[in-house]
């Protein structure tokens, strides 16, 4: 059984929710910019809350999320701008 | 150290890189954001330049967004349209007015309006509409996009016109080379849709689908724009012959490629420590490939290009 599933089940949620709004407003560049804005933002606060919940934070973490969620940024928004 | 030893270094965890990939140490996730981002200004600056390795290409052609429009049409029950020589000079005529005022609208700055080009071709129109694209790479997805706008999908599935004309024109608008498609739609006077005198589409901000019962009596200029000849012809068929490469499919691929680098990364580290079970204060990696890899499926559904 998979630990802390509900925690995956939230991130699989919010990543579905991007991935249809993503394909619903392609035409839009400020929209998918914002959607990916709000992505990133969400999945480093999933992050700290999901450590925080496992009893494995540390800012060494929340750096690292940081970090994942700007590549994941840089990623649509060079792309974008 | 061997090929063999740094792959390990950075790719696995080892005693070497404290037991956590290095690629995924704070240090090697910032290193990728610098690549992908020098790597982005770098291909920017190179598309800037006169040196003309970077161009655009691109592989819509005016027959296959006359397939695509009809078959989208076919699937919603209605006729499709037929192709019309004087809306597809029209087209051309507004493609040329673009590039020649420079302006990315449905008016132009001097005030002239979509339905002007259709008078000077000489298309007396009962419902006309316009749909614009530029910086598509293919017919796909220049009509994906075109279908996920409502103004443009009304235009392209509007059962009351009869009629389609295309250009597809390489240029410059704004200093930014590109690939122009202008798409217009009519039903002409003598048509068979019957006239609605008093129907009336206002004109939407993005895509523009009016009603006018005026006839149009200009005659037909000879045209001397620099624009799509034949149908058949693609815009790459009309650039020289040097290789060119399009700056936002490199950007693609470089973020593709630094991306993928990432995720085996990731998935080897959390292979490995979990076949080990080793115990280590570090990120979820599960989490970070979920986000990753939905971030490079959004990167699969933007478009270069643009729609008006």
């Known amino acids: 059984m998979i630990r802390h599933a509900s925690d995956y089940s939230f991130l699989a949620i919010l990543a579905v929710i991007y991935i ?5 407003y392609q035409s839009t560049p400020q929209y998918l910019l914002f959607a990916t804005i709000i992505f990133a933002v969400l999945y480093f606060i999933w992050g700290i809350f999901h450590h925080v919940r496992t009893g494995s934070f540390h800012a060494k973490i929340v750096l690292e999320y940081l970090l994942v969620a700007l590549l994941g940024l840089a990623l649509v928004s060079t ?3 | 150290m061997s090929i063999t030893a740094k792959f390990r270094h950075w790719f696995t965890p080892h005693h070497t890189n404290n037991f956590r990939a290095r690629l995924l140490h704070n240090s090697g996730i910032f290193a990728i954001i610098g690549i992908v981002v020098v790597g982005n200004v770098f291909l920017r600056l190179l598309d800037s330049t006169n040196l003309h390795i970077l161009g655009f ?20 029950g209605l006729k499709s349209l037929s192709y019309n020589e004087r809306l597809a000079d029209a087209a051309r005529r507004k493609a040329a007015n673009m590039f020649a005022e420079n302006y990315w609208a449905h008016n132009s700055p001097s005030g002239k309006s979509p339905w002007v080009w259709f008078k ?38 509007n059962p009351k016109y009869t009629e389609i004309g295309l250009a597809v024109v390489p240029g410059t608008i704004q200093g930014q080379e590109t690939v122009l498609v202008v798409q217009l739609f009519g039903a002409s006077q003598g048509g068979a849709v019957p ?36 149908r058949e012809m693609s815009p790459d068929a009309k650039q020289s012959g040097r290789p060119r490469y399009n700056q936002f499919n490199l950007t693609r691929a470089l973020n593709l490629g630094t991306t993928a680098l990432f995720i085996l ?44």
């Open chain 1, 20 to 24: 249809v709004s993503i394909f619903r």
């Open chain 1, 79 to 81: 792309l974008l701008i």
């Open chain 2, 57 to 76: 290409t691109s592989s819509v052609t005016i027959d296959e967004v006359v397939r695509a429009t009809n078959e989208e049409r076919v699937a919603q």
């Open chain 2, 120 to 157: 000077e071709a000489g298309y007396s129109y009962v419902y006309a509409g316009e749909n614009l694209a530029k910086d598509f790479g293919d017919t796909s997805r220049m009509m994906s996009a075109w279908m996920a706008s409502p103004t443009h999908k009304d235009n392209i599935v």
């Open chain 2, 195 to 230: 006239q609605v005198a008093s129907a009336a589409i206002a004109p939407a901000p993005v895509a523009i689908a009016q009603v006018q019962t005026t006839s149009v009596p200009s005659p037909t200029q000879p045209l001397l724009i620099e624009s799509e000849s034949s």
């Open chain 2, 265 to 308: 990364a990731l998935v080897l580290d959390l292979l490995i420590a979990e076949s080990r079970v080793l115990t280590r204060r570090v990120g979820n990696n599960w989490a970070h490939i979920i986000f990753i890899n939905f971030i490079l499926l959004a990167t699969t559904i933007v478009n270069a290009g643009k729609i008006l």
